[in-house]
């Protein structure tokens, strides 16, 4: 019985909280759908979601999900969507989905000056979200009064490359290789060290002979 509880206590997931609204999760939609069309908001928006579901439990209430499932299927549009992009847009619901935390809302003590963004704070007090990762100035304002987990999709995702390129410089002090994916601005990259390059054959330069093979000339 104990050596149950102490498996169940050890499967407790202690990655802290954060809560990304609406407005970030379209943009790193975007992104994900088509990356080579989408703009620098988008593809950031996209990294620091990477980066949050690896980092953080991105936790969403039932409210938060289905504003997020209702904005991103577009459903005043959907009659003039194309098949391919409906089914994408599903597909990202699907990815979200399988790697969201849902929690049970809780009342804020702030208020939000938008009372349809109060679902966010709500879920934000469920979670004791550490972030909340908004581009709503009716949430970001929130900032004056103190609360300092309120934070940009720009600063939070600055916050996450950073927090790369310090994995990454460790990684190459251990000679250890190391392996990042969706970096801002990018479709993703890969870094590794204790990897030599290839070095690349120069052509000949114009006139010069060809390099002689030395040795012993094998008897005819």
Known sequence: MGHHGKKQHDNIDRRPAVVIDTNVLIDAMVGWIDHSKASNR????????EQAFTRYR??????????????????????????????????FIKYVEARKVLI??????????????????????????????????????????GCRAFIHPVDFS??????????????????KPYVAYGAPNKGGYIKQHGQKSAKKKQPPAAGSQPAQKTGTAKPR
């Open 42 to 49: 988008e593809r950031n928006a996209l990294f620091l979601l």
């Open 58 to 91: 991105v936790c969403f209430t039932r409210p938060t999900m289905n504003e997020f499932a209702q904005i991103a299927l577009d459903l005043k549009k959907r009659t003039n969507m194309r098949p391919t992009e409906a089914m994408d847009r599903v597909n």
């Open 104 to 145: 049970e809302p809780k009342p804020s003590t702030l208020v939000c000056r938008d009372p349809k963004d109060q679902m966010i704070l709500e879920a934000a007090q469920g979670c004791n979200a550490k972030h909340i990762v908004s581009a709503d100035a009716d949430i970001l304002c929130l900032q004056r009064e």
């Open 158 to 175: 600055h916050m996450m490359s950073a927090r790369v390129h310090e994995e990454f410089e460790r990684s190459k002090r251990r000679g």
